[in-house]
């Protein structure tokens, strides 16, 4: 190996940012170093810093930031007191940034084609027509089918991961030699995770360059990285190999981390006890037959079946989750169980009781029993109430509770879901995103219902406050012994948590069973792949194995 490879090509060095005299490090002593066909994942939760961190190297501080140490190399030579032309050649040619939310990072008035033969030309010296016509090679080469089509598109004609593909190929279209992926693929279903991620390392190593790749997520760091540094509150705390740290992490707070990210199996199976004979034909609580909900496309005389003729059932005491990816439909079969989006067909029976016939005025009796906790809770929540009112809401369909029968159970249920009593006279926006999730199960559970829709509660939750949300539903389901339908894309939380599981795919339900047996012998193709892009990191050892093989492949295994 050359000299020039062993060195470093990106040398970060106990590098501090401030925003303003007397204020708190954001960043402290910061200091990496990156090398060329290295990918490094730094991780951490929300406020530790990783994204100052990944905007500093590029010299793109917010308003009010300002270095007060430290030093930034590319290839030896630092990074600052250079002109601003210089500048520009760093941003976008030699170092690139992939931001998560790939649409808002697209201009909406131009086709994409355009926007990545923008940033070639700014870089290198080439025509409009050379420009095009290596926009769309990269877009082939990033994966898009029909690329001289979809080069014309706009971004809000493509998908959530084909947007995030474009965004990539601007990333990667000057052949920079260091690439940082700051949760580039946050929000993104499962399977498109992989593939964009399979895509990132694979375009790295062909290039040679040093990746970083920013994330919350332990298992992306465990499947796709070499080194991991471990941030929190604005300081590395740990930096190892992948494999040495998932064998046995230095840090306390790195062990905890990763203790979080496990799977850990749910004990509920044992607690459900498995029926006895006669009680084998036992009347589900919830009885799902042949549910249809119809979407009309506006301006044509076409539909959207969104769901399309799906059955399901579930026990007292059970747990079933609905798994698959954005647009298949399981938020809508929520939505339809709880009298938000009325079905055009099929039935909905709870305990004996057909719900689809009943008038808004019926149900509303039926809705203490039925209740649904939202993907947004902040969406969700009214701003303008304190949490004490947003959970005493629910308890009005309850006309026998005075003042201050209320406020009891509003104390009841905010030390149910794990908050301090203090928390009751804040707001939503002084609330994290974990507090925001508890508080609106708090609400779902205000009514003491028999049955909670449970809507990608663990979505874009770090890692720690993802394990709590998951340890808090499986509690309070052995206490209250309710039944739920847990709808999300994060198979690790199935896991964790659920009896049954069934598997949506364009509005229909594909396949449905026992969760051990649907992650050990599942049969559609369809389920197999969503499987096969779960990243656990229990995975450790092999992918010690999978790292070294993508080194001398050169190419993502």
């Known amino acids: 190996m050359s000299d020039a490879n062993t060195k470093p090509l990106l040398e970060v060095e106990n590098l501090s940012v401030d925003f303003g005299e007397g204020t708190a490090k954001a960043l402290s002593d910061i200091t990496f170093s990156l090398g060329r066909d290295e990918i490094l994942g730094i991780v951490g939760e929300t406020g530790a810093g990783k994204s100052l961190l990944a905007r500093s190297l590029l010299n793109l501080l917010p308003e009010g930031g300002r270095f007060t140490a430290g030093d930034i190399r590319l290839e030896g030579k630092t990074l600052f007191g250079i002109d601003a032309a210089e500048q520009r050649k760093v941003r976008g040619g030699r170092v690139a940034l992939i931001g998560t939310n790939a649409k808002a990072l697209l201009s909406p008035v131009e086709t994409v084609g355009i926007q990545i033969a923008r940033v070639l030309r700014a870089h290198r010296s080439c025509s409009h027509k050379e420009a095009w016509k290596a926009a769309v090679d990269l877009m082939a080469q990033v ?4 690329p001289e089509r979809r080069a014309k598109a706009y971004p809000h004609q493509l998908s959530g991961g084909m947007a995030q593909r474009i965004v990539i190929a601007m990333a990667m279209v000057t052949n ?5 992926a700051d949760d580039a693929t946050l929000g993104l279903d499962a399977t498109i995770q992989v593939q964009v991620l399979d895509l990132l390392v694979k375009r790295c190593r062909e290039l040679g360059a040093g990746a ?10 465990a499947h796709y990285c070499d080194r991991v540094a471990i941030m929190k509150e604005g300081r590395i705390v740990e930096l ?10 230095k840090e306390a707070y790195g062990q905890a981390l990763l203790d979080a990210a496990r799977v850990r199996p749910t004990p509920m199976v044992a607690k459900v006890e498995d029926p006895a004979p006669e009680a084998q034909h036992e009347t589900p609580l919830l009885d799902v037959r042949r549910l249809l909900k119809i979407f009309p496309i506006a301006g044509t005389q076409d539909v959207v079946r969104a769901i399309d003729d799906v059955s399901f059932s579930v026990k007292r005491g059970e747990t079933l989750a609905l798994v698959g990816e954005s647009g298949s439909g399981k938020t809508t079969v929520g939505q339809c169980l709880v009298r938000l989006l009325d079905s055009d067909g099929g039935g909905i029976t709870f305990d004996n009781v057909d719900v689809t016939t009943m008038s808004s005025s019926e149900f509303r009796a039926m809705r203490r029993r039925i209740q649904m906790v939202f993907q947004e809770p902040y969406v969700a929540l009214n701003p303008r109430w304190p949490v004490r009112a947003l959970v005493a809401e629910p308890l009005r369909l ?12 509003v104390r009841e249920l905010v030390d149910l879901v794990r908050l301090p009593a203090s928390i009751a006279d804040a707001y939503p926006h002084q609330l994290t995103a974990g507090e925001q999730k508890r508080v609106g199960i708090a609400r779902a559970l205000a009514t003491r219902p028999d049955f909670v829709v449970f809507d990608e509660p663990t979505t874009a939750l770090d890692i720690r406050v993802r394990a709590q949300i ?3 539903v499986r509690d309070l389901q052995s206490e209250m012994g309710m039944s739920a339908l847990f709808i999300t894309h994060d198979l690790n939380s199935v896991r964790s948590l659920a009896h049954r599981v069934a598997v949506m795919r364009h509005g229909k339900i594909v396949e449905e069973g026992e969760t051990e047996t649907i992650f050990s012998a599942a049969r559609e193709d369809y389920t197999k792949a969503l499987l096969a892009a779960e990243l656990p990191v229990e995975q450790g050892a092999a992918q010690r194995d999978r790292a070294e093989m993508r080194r001398m492949a050169g190419v993502a295994a």
């Open 470 to 472: 998951i340890d808090l």
């Open 143 to 146: 994966g898009i089918v029909n």
């Open 398 to 409: 309850d006309p026998t509770l005075g003042r201050d029968a209320v406020e009891r159970r």
């Open 176 to 180: 920079p030699e260091v690439v940082l």
């Open 212 to 221: 970083v790749i920013i994330t919350h997520d332990l298992g992306i760091v």
């Open 240 to 249: 190892a190999e992948v494999g040495a740290f998932l064998d046995a992490p």
